[in-house]
Structure formats: C-alpha cells, structure tokens
C-alpha cells in the first residue's frame, strides 16, 4: 500500500469512528432529556439540567442541537409522529366501535404522559409544535368520525357527530390535563376508562 492510500485509509476509520461517537453522543442526549421531559414537561427543563443529566458540557448540546428549543422540538415531533403512527395503525374506521374505541384508548394509555406535558404545555410551545399537535387532534377526530359513519347504529348528522366527538375529546384533554403522577405503573386514563367508555356510550349510542 502506497502511502497516500495508507494515510487515506486512517483518515476513513478515524472519520467513522468520529461519527459513530457524535450519533451515540445524539441519541444520549434525546433519551435523557426524553426522560426529563416526561418527569418536568417543557417548560421547567434548563439546558444546564440537560447537560449535568448527561454528563455533558452545555457546549456538547448546542453542538448538537443548537438551541434547548430545538432539542425539545425534536423529541417532542418524534413523539407526535410515534402517536400517529401507533393510531392510525391501531385505529381502523372499519372496526366495530367497541374494538375501535378500546384500541384508541391502549394507544391513548402508551402515549399519555407525552400528551399530558404536552397539553399542559401547549400554550407555550413554539407554533410548528402547537399546529402539529392541533393537527394530529384533528386526525383523530377524523377516524373516529370515519369509524361512526362506518357503524350508523345512532343517526346523527355530521354537525351533531363532530359536537359529539368534540365534547369526547374535550374530557379527554380535562383527564390528560389532571395527571399528576407520571410513573410507568400510573395511569389517569386507565384508571377512568370506565367513565371514559361510559362517555361514549352516552355519546354515540
């Protein structure tokens, strides 16, 4: 081997392994402020707690992220988008209402301390994260809409459906807004679905 093409070779290992520790470093930071987000929500959240959380100067998150905005604006997208997902996946408008509804709220239970600090966040968040949580709201309204037009057993005109839907969503919001708690065994949503059901029924049926 030449010694250009030696020197070359080095250069291409030192690179990757550069660029290996700069992902691990990434994904470091998202999982601990990911953690952080879930037990502070966004606005009590400094990028000096970030750092010491890990182990990391401020200056290594600004290298990455820039701004403490732009880090909590890509966990929190991620998590709009995995909500989406996990919907849509879950939540299709030909099922029965009974199947449909008990798959929204699994899926409302896997993603509910995200959507509690982001509710209670709302007001503050940057307007790219409000539209996108706005929309995904939207989104869901729309299944649910789909799913009744799907299952006619109660005839409702579709201004009377989305008064319903909306006052359905209004008391889900009222439940993710009264979580206190947030640890992985405690759940306000599990622990109303009874009403939550009952709601529903009153509702729709």
Request: hydrophobic share 40%.
């Amino acid at each position: 081997m030449y010694y250009n093409e030696y020197i070359f070779s080095e250069w291409v290992v030192i690179i990757g392994i550069r660029s290996e520790s700069k992902q691990k470093t990434r994904e470091l930071i998202l999982a601990k402020t990911a953690l952080l987000l879930h037990n502070k929500g966004f606005l009590k959240m400094s990028s000096k707690e970030i750092a010491r959380e890990c182990n990391l100067s401020q200056g290594s998150i600004f290298l990455h992220f820039e701004t403490k905005e732009n880090l909590l604006n890509t966990i929190l997208s991620s998590n709009i988008t995995k909500f989406e997902i996990d919907l849509k996946k879950n939540c299709i408008p030909n099922y029965s209402k009974e199947l449909f509804l008990k798959n929204y709220i699994d899926v409302l239970i896997q993603n509910e301390s995200f959507l509690s600090r982001a509710y209670k966040d709302l007001p503050y968040l940057p307007d790219t994260l409000s539209k996108s949580l706005n929309g995904l709201e939207t989104t869901t309204k729309n299944l649910f809409f789909e799913n009744l037009r799907k299952n006619p057993e109660k005839k409702l005109s579709i201004v009377d459906s989305f008064i319903s839907i909306d006052a359905f969503f209004a008391q889900i919001q009222k439940n993710l807004l009264e979580k206190e708690v947030y640890t992985e065994f405690n759940s306000i949503i599990r622990q109303r679905r009874g009403k939550i059901i009952k709601l529903y029924r009153t509702l729709f049926e």
